[in-house]
């Protein structure tokens, strides 16, 4: 416990250019310098001022607050208050949900940790209903158990738990060796009675971790009295926060990971109650800000958004500054960078505004925050000591935002108890008090007052996709917003998968990369098939629902011409149509026009084999493809290439022998240490641009990746080409041949075809601990069906 510095307190920030020197309450003046825009925001030491500095309920049009009262999460990253956001010390019989009275100035409780199981538990966010009679809530008992779903009446009656662990999770917890399986978080009432919230009950794990422990939670629904649990969404790696739109849509945090940084993407979606019409809200095309977590719909307006800019990592509950969102002004329009020179923040063609621009994230130097000094200097501090910090913002107006904020600037962002207090910022920067505790920091305001219930939306789906697990696209014109892309230039796409990866894929085989790539995609993709484009541009095809399913649009050689970053979950028996390539701020889908499109008058195309993939032609015959580079590849290489660019004085240097290194081989590594398969999208550093991999998100015009760029390809195609002066190399290969290794190029430098099986070299001897381990199954193939599968197949066991 400290001596009370939470009392009320009035705060001023300057955020309008033209506006005079700022006056804080109790401090003075700070100067202003509109000579540089960069430092016209001086950062504010939060100020002492008298009790008449409160907020009026009569001004706010509401008297009470329901919040939370606990410590700070104790996670390391953005996603993992799941994981160690709970760290023992955090688990108090006083943790609690209250109420604050703002004409009384008075706190009552409505349950405490003491109240649930365990008796000190941790409770995490709420949900209030619609009629603000009920919360809802996740908790965790204690360290060894998971998160559950609670709810309570806001009077403090009516306790009961309403989602249980799923009924085989014994023989889960038995299986993985942890002490709990499930967790189930961020619960959200729904207009229909049900209740949608994220869940790990997908087994999704993240991409980079060393074992299934970092799991990647989904958005899940169920009734409201917890029956009828089911997946909603299926992407690869978290989502978080769900909250229902005015129209009745639900708005929700999404990471994105489709050839882009790890440190980038961190999305907002939003979507119907039953998850079908997945759209993008913001940030798919954003690297300014690494993360916009916990979004809020501003008051009468679905286009406007209040969250929080925080980093990837450190963490303790995604903590940063609060950011207002315009999605008129673009969905994949970029975000501030207080770096560059021209940075002006309050500037109305941004789609992105920094409230509180005294702290922001730089991507280039995570992990921590920036700070600007009432000196004008920014200062870079990963434990949060040199500045303040903001969360959990709530609108109370189109002007006004409750939020959680790190009052004192040198408390530690997550190891102070009492460091958060609940403050009123606006748009002009003035920060009010509205209320703190002396033992513990207050989190997620939310005023107590009804909702008008939004619509209930009801979607119809075609039974016969459904019965099938499909969806139906229809695209009228996929010319449309490609830059230098001609009418009739597009023939194919090809439909892939972001492949997630379950529980089931845990790496049981020694110390070996978790990467199915070298510095590229931690993740492996799939192709479904291809399927026609038609001479106007339009398309009308089947796509497997329940899935991550991106596009590539092909020319007439199944190259790539422009690929789709980001996916799409389709679901079961849903029709979606969209207009065009609208990978750009200014694009977007449209309805579909007067004129019917040509792929419109034929029954929809089912996803076909690529000419390279037919029996006729030495192929399987399946529409379904795993790309993996060495069976897919080296047998290329070493039948019409080695000779030249073998071990021995190889031709330009260049090996492409097969020898295993302790990840890929020597060919994979000569090909993407020198980038030769076109530019590498990084998930975190590339060979050639360092450190692009955490900024890589911002859009890309098309025949910027793959083929396209590939000196490989160039090489192997074009006569012309100077290596071809004395040796031609363009007829090396037969058009199966270079069908097969232009479907890699265009596959971000993938080697491993799926997460199952043993990658060490060390098992490409026997394993004396299994002997029915046989060394024909190192770096294994597997086939369609075991790369997408949920569970791993008996070889990877």
């Not at 400290?2 to 920030?13: E, G, I």
């Not at 889908?589 to 419109?600: E, F, I, K, N």
């Given at each position: 416990?400290?001596?009370?510095?939470?009392?009320?307190?009035?705060?001023?920030?300057?955020?309008?250019?033209?506006?005079?020197?700022?006056?804080?309450?109790?401090?003075?003046s700070?100067?202003?310098?509109?000579?540089?825009?960069?430092?016209?925001?001086r950062?504010p030491?939060?100020?002492?001022?008298?009790?008449?500095?409160t907020?009026?309920?009569?001004?706010?049009?509401?008297?009470?607050?329901?919040?939370?009262?606990r410590?700070?999460?104790?996670?390391?990253?953005?996603?993992?208050?799941?994981?160690?956001?709970?760290?023992?010390?955090?688990?108090?019989?006083?943790?609690?949900?209250?109420?604050?009275?703002?004409?009384?100035?008075?706190?009552r409780?409505?349950?405490?940790?003491?109240?649930?199981?365990?008796?000190k538990?941790?409770?995490?966010?709420?949900?209030?209903?619609?009629?603000?009679k009920?919360?809802?809530l996740?908790f965790?008992?204690?360290?060894?158990?998971?998160?559950?779903?609670?709810?309570?009446?806001?009077?403090?009656?009516?306790?009961?738990?309403?989602?249980?662990?799923?009924?085989?999770?014994?023989?889960?917890?038995?299986?993985?060796?942890?002490?709990?399986?499930?967790?189930?978080?961020?619960?959200?009432?729904?207009?229909?009675g049900?209740?949608?919230?994220?869940?790990?009950?997908?087994?999704?794990?993240?991409?980079?971790?060393?074992?299934?422990?970092?799991?990647?939670?989904?958005?899940?629904?169920?009734?409201?009295?917890?029956?009828?649990v089911?997946?909603?969404?299926?992407?690869?790696?978290?989502?978080?926060?769900p909250?229902?739109?005015?129209?009745?849509?639900?708005?929700y945090?999404?990471?994105?990971?489709?050839?882009?940084?790890?440190?980038?993407?961190k999305?907002?979606?939003?979507?119907?109650p039953?998850?079908?019409?997945?759209?993008?809200?913001?940030?798919?095309?954003d690297?300014?800000?690494?993360?916009?977590?916990?979004?809020?719909?501003v008051?009468?307006?679905?286009?406007r958004?209040v969250?929080?800019?925080?980093?990837?990592?450190?963490?303790?509950?995604?903590?940063?500054?609060?950011?207002?969102?315009?999605?008129?002004?673009?969905?994949?329009?970029?975000?501030?960078?207080?770096?560059?020179?021209?940075?002006?923040?309050?500037?109305?063609?941004?789609?992105?505004?920094?409230?509180?621009?005294?702290?922001?994230?730089?991507?280039?130097?995570?992990?921590?925050?920036?700070?600007?000094?009432?000196?004008?200097?920014?200062?870079?501090?990963?434990?949060?000591?040199?500045?303040?910090?903001?969360?959990?913002?709530?609108?109370?107006?189109?002007?006004?935002?409750?939020?959680?904020?790190?009052?004192?600037?040198t408390?530690?962002?997550?190891?102070?108890?009492?460091?958060?207090?609940?403050?009123?910022?606006?748009?002009?920067?003035?920060?009010?008090?509205?209320?703190?505790?002396?033992?513990?920091?207050?989190?997620?305001?939310?005023?107590?007052?009804?909702?008008?219930?939004?619509?209930?939306?009801?979607?119809?789906?075609?039974?016969?996709?459904?019965a099938?697990?499909?969806?139906?696209?229809?695209?009228s014109?996929?010319?449309?917003?490609?830059?230098?892309?001609?009418?009739?230039?597009?023939?194919?796409?090809?439909?892939n998968?972001?492949?997630?990866?379950?529980?089931?894929?845990?790496?049981?085989?020694?110390?070996?990369?978790?990467?199915?790539?070298?510095?590229a995609?931690?993740?492996?993709?799939?192709?479904?098939?291809?399927?026609?484009?038609?001479?106007?541009?339009?398309?009308?095809?089947?796509?497997p629902?329940?899935?991550?399913?991106?596009?590539?649009?092909?020319?007439?050689?199944?190259?790539?011409?422009?690929?789709?970053?980001?996916?799409?979950?389709?679901a079961?028996?849903?029709?979606?149509?969209?207009?065009?390539?609208?990978?750009?701020?200014?694009?977007?889908?449209?309805?579909?026009?007067?004129?019917?499109?040509?792929?419109?008058?034929r029954?929809?195309?089912?996803?076909?084999?690529?000419?390279?993939?037919?029996?006729?032609?030495?192929?399987?015959?399946?529409?379904?493809?795993?790309?993996?580079?060495?069976?897919?590849?080296?047998?290329?290489?070493?039948?019409?290439?080695?000779?030249?660019?073998?071990?021995?004085?190889?031709?330009?240097?260049?090996?492409?022998?097969?020898?295993?290194?302790?990840?890929?081989?020597?060919?994979?590594?000569?090909?993407?240490?020198?980038?030769?398969?076109?530019?590498?999208?990084?998930?975190?550093?590339?060979?050639?641009?360092?450190?692009?991999?955490?900024?890589?998100?911002?859009?890309?015009?098309?025949?910027?990746?793959?083929?396209?760029k590939?000196?490989?390809?160039?090489?192997?195609?074009?006569?012309?080409?100077?290596?071809?002066?004395?040796?031609?190399?363009?007829?090396?290969?037969t058009?199966?041949?270079?069908?097969?290794?232009?479907?890699?190029?265009?596959?971000?430098?993938?080697?491993?075809?799926?997460?199952?099986?043993?990658?060490?070299?060390?098992?490409?001897?026997?394993?004396?601990?299994?002997?029915?381990?046989?060394?024909?199954?190192?770096?294994?193939?597997?086939?369609?069906?075991?790369?997408?599968?949920?569970?791993?197949?008996?070889?990877?066991?």
């Amino acid at each position: 416990m400290r001596n009370s510095t939470r009392t009320p307190t009035v705060v001023s920030a300057l955020f309008l250019l033209a506006l005079a020197p700022i006056v804080l309450s109790g401090i003075g003046s700070w100067p202003v310098d509109t000579a540089n825009a960069r430092e016209v925001v001086r950062l504010p030491m939060i100020a002492q001022a008298s009790p008449e500095a409160t907020v009026d309920p009569d001004e706010l049009g509401f008297e009470e607050i329901i919040f939370v009262k606990r410590k700070p999460y104790s996670s390391d990253h953005y996603y993992t208050d799941i994981n160690n956001g709970t760290s023992p010390d955090r688990f108090l019989p006083e943790n609690a949900i209250c109420i604050f009275n703002l004409r009384t100035q008075s706190e009552r409780t409505v349950i405490t940790a003491a109240d649930l199981p365990g008796g000190k538990g941790f409770i995490g966010k709420i949900g209030l209903s619609f009629d603000a009679k009920k919360v809802i809530l996740d908790f965790r008992q204690d360290p060894g158990s998971g998160f559950r779903i609670w709810e309570v009446n806001t009077d403090g009656t009516g306790l009961r738990q309403i989602l249980f662990p799923p009924e085989d999770e014994a023989d889960k917890v038995a299986r993985w060796g942890r002490p709990w399986h499930t967790d189930d978080i961020h619960p959200c009432y729904l207009p229909d009675g049900k209740i949608i919230f994220s869940s790990t009950r997908c087994e999704h794990t993240v991409l980079c971790g060393g074992s299934a422990a970092l799991v990647a939670p989904g958005l899940h629904r169920m009734d409201a009295d917890g029956t009828n649990v089911e997946q909603i969404t299926h992407s690869p790696v978290s989502e978080f926060c769900p909250v229902v739109l005015g129209d009745g849509r639900v708005m929700y945090h999404r990471w994105e990971y489709i050839d882009k940084g790890a440190r980038v993407g961190k999305t907002i979606w939003s979507m119907n109650p039953d998850g079908t019409a997945p759209r993008e809200r913001y940030g798919v095309a954003d690297d300014t800000t690494t993360v916009y977590m916990y979004p809020q719909a501003v008051p009468g307006s679905d286009d406007r958004l209040v969250c929080v800019g925080t980093c990837h990592f450190p963490q303790g509950g995604c903590l940063g500054a609060i950011m207002l969102i315009d999605f008129k002004k673009g969905v994949r329009a970029r975000g501030p960078d207080p770096d560059e020179a021209d940075y002006v923040q309050w500037d109305e063609r941004n789609a992105v505004t920094n409230l509180t621009p005294h702290v922001f994230v730089e991507r280039r130097t995570e992990p921590g925050w920036h700070f600007l000094t009432k000196e004008g200097r920014h200062v870079h501090d990963r434990n949060g000591q040199q500045g303040h910090l903001y969360t959990h913002p709530y609108p109370v107006s189109d002007r006004e935002f409750l939020v959680s904020l790190k009052v004192d600037p040198t408390d530690h962002y997550k190891n102070v108890a009492d460091a958060y207090s609940l403050y009123l910022v606006d748009t002009e920067g003035n920060h009010r008090f509205v209320h703190a505790d002396d033992e513990l920091s207050c989190w997620h305001p939310t005023p107590l007052v009804p909702r008008r219930v939004p619509p209930a939306i009801e979607t119809v789906r075609n039974p016969e996709y459904a019965a099938s697990d499909q969806a139906l696209c229809i695209l009228s014109n996929i010319s449309r917003g490609m830059q230098g892309v001609e009418p009739g230039e597009v023939k194919w796409l090809r439909i892939n998968e972001a492949v997630p990866r379950y529980w089931d894929t845990g790496r049981r085989w020694g110390s070996s990369l978790s990467s199915s790539s070298w510095k590229a995609a931690l993740w492996p993709r799939v192709q479904w098939g291809i399927v026609p484009v038609e001479e106007d541009g339009s398309a009308h095809f089947l796509v497997p629902a329940n899935r991550s399913i991106f596009f590539q649009a092909l020319d007439e050689n199944f190259r790539e011409i422009q690929r789709e970053r980001t996916y799409v979950n389709y679901a079961p028996g849903e029709v979606r149509s969209c207009t065009g390539c609208h990978g750009q701020a200014a694009h977007t889908a449209s309805a579909l026009g007067s004129v019917t499109p040509l792929a419109l008058t034929r029954a929809p195309s089912t996803p076909q084999p690529q000419p390279c993939d037919l029996v006729e032609n030495g192929g399987d015959g399946r529409a379904g493809q795993v790309i993996h580079y060495p069976t897919d590849i080296q047998p290329i290489f070493n039948a019409k290439c080695v000779s030249c660019h073998g071990k021995s004085e190889p031709a330009g240097g260049l090996k492409l022998t097969d020898e295993a290194t302790l990840y890929y081989n020597t060919s994979y590594e000569e090909l993407a240490r020198r980038e030769l398969a076109g530019p590498i999208i990084p998930e975190f550093t590339s060979f050639l641009h360092g450190d692009r991999g955490n900024y890589n998100g911002a859009y890309l015009p098309p025949r910027s990746l793959g083929c396209a760029k590939s000196t490989l390809i160039d090489v192997l195609t074009n006569s012309t080409h100077p290596k071809n002066a004395e040796d031609d190399h363009s007829r090396m290969l037969t058009e199966r041949e270079l069908m097969i290794l232009s479907r890699w190029v265009d596959a971000n430098y993938q080697f491993y075809g799926g997460y199952y099986g043993r990658h060490h070299p060390q098992w490409v001897n026997p394993d004396p601990g299994k002997p029915s381990y046989k060394p024909a199954d190192f770096r294994r193939k597997p086939t369609f069906d075991e790369a997408i599968s949920f569970f791993a197949p008996e070889w990877h066991r």
